[in-house]
């Protein structure tokens, strides 16, 4: 009855939506040995948490930090808000398989600052997570759009039926050595070309591997409606699960047009298996040069390589300076990442609140002055949508932070607080939790954070990171629900 450390005291919120109770969490080596009340238990380190929750580490489904693993391995950024285990290769865009990178020049600002660390198998990716762990564990999609550099040379057409099977081929690959799904990104400029055809070929590599098709739609904005149905036409010809990721309604003239999109989720995952993912803010952050900024109130400049100077400032006042209109802007701006309102604070909390819809940060690497979500998102859930607004109770605010998507990627032994499980854990308290980051100062520690272990070792305590580096690569070891 003795254990390397014991949690004491604390509300214990165990990530399966199930109220909460007051106990001990007892870990040894990187597992939860037991929990309860540990009185009679002895350990190395008591950690006194009254008042306060312990809950499991929170996974973030839908990130860019692919190559942040390597370059900001303390992963300050996810840690500081609780997240321990991160799925990365989202949106199309992965650092593996790469090699041709010469055909992805500019487009891999989406996932790395440093467009040289690139791996030409999944397998060099994930050893070398192993071999140079972060602070946090990761998994990896394999996106559409490195697929099309590999196989094709002109990525503006779609893809000849030998390309696609050059495709199909290396996904199948890099399944094989532990990639969990494919991302599909048809909404941007390297995959815009591809046919429904080609998403389907893609759905059914992952159907074979039981794993899932994971997308940014083709259109988020005026024609989501028709890009909700193809995605879910890839899903019934492939036989694969679908997963829509960070699903929102783009463009003024669309808000409010969350009510349909979730009735036809509601309605398709009653036949098939759907799944999607949201982010708590009403704007969206992505390369500049998407066209997002012709739906958008306001666009501020998140990252410009010609003029760091200007992150941070707003694209209108830029082109005012300068003379020209925003296209113009944009164009001297290049290559760029921006920060889009275009959401509606109704549709952001509507498809929060629905109760299949997990929670994503969609965190870019971007330079000084990044969207407040890489830093904020997780606690800004917990703190003013479940304890200010009062959308769901915080054991469902954890829930989809937690277990959900575990359950939803096959990650076995993780995002839940049970004996045997790892102990992937962080220690907060519900009456201060909140982001710390904002619009103004996006990069701040959250407030109301306490620990965070990764693997039963510490990573994070009271606003800074421990140094450290427990993080493993992850794959699939238990099956996701696939027709
Ligand atoms: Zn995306």
Known sequence: MHADFIIRGAEIIDGNGTPRRKGDVAVSDDRIVATGDLGHWTAGREIEAKDRVVAPGFIDPHVHHDAALFTAPDMEFMTNQGVTTVINGNCGFSIAPIRRPENLLGQLRMISARPDLIFPTYAAYR????????????????????????????????????????????????????????????????????????????????????????????????????????????????????????????????????????????????????????????????????????????????????????????????????????????????????????????????????????????????????HPRVWGTFPRVLGRYVRDVGLFSLEEGVRRMTSMPADRFGLGGRGRIAVGGFADLVIFDPRTIAEGATFENPIRPAHGIDRVFVNGREVFAFGKPTGNRPGRPLHQTAPVRVV
């Open 127 to 370: 050893d070398r997570i192993a071999a140079e762990p972060p602070a946090v564990n990761a998994a990896c999609l394999i996106g559409q759009s490195t697929l099309r550099s590999n196989a094709m040379d002109d990525l503006s057409r779609a893809a000849t039926d030998d390309e696609l099977a050059d495709m199909c081929a290396l996904l199948d690959e890099a399944l094989g050595q532990g990639a969990i799904g494919v991302s599909t990104g048809p909404f941007y400029p390297p995959a815009r070309a591809s046919t429904t055809a080609e998403l389907i070929a893609l759905g059914r590599v992952a159907h074979a591997h039981g794993k899932l098709y994971v997308t940014h739609m083709r259109d988020e904005g005026d024609r989501v409606i028709e890009a909700l149905e193809e995605t879910f036409s890839v899903g019934r010809e492939a036989c694969c699960g679908v997963h829509v990721s960070h699903h929102k309604c783009a463009g003024l003239a669309n808000h409010g047009l969350s009510e349909t999109t979730l009735a036809m989720i509601d309605a398709e995952m009653r036949q098939r298996d759907v799944g999607l993912d949201t982010t708590p803010w009403i704007a969206s952050s992505t390369i500049l040069n998407s066209g997002r900024h012709r739906q958008a109130e306001r666009v501020i400049i998140a990252e410009s390589e010609p003029h760091p100077e200007l992150a941070g400032r707003d694209l209108a006042d830029v082109a005012r300076d300068w003379n020209t209109d925003l296209e113009g802007a944009i164009e001297r701006l290049l290559p760029a990442t921006g920060i889009f309102f275009i959401m509606a604070e109704e549709d952001v909390q509507r498809i929060m609140a629905y109760e299949h819809t997990m929670i994503c940060s969609d965190g870019m690497p971007s330079g000084s002055h990044p």
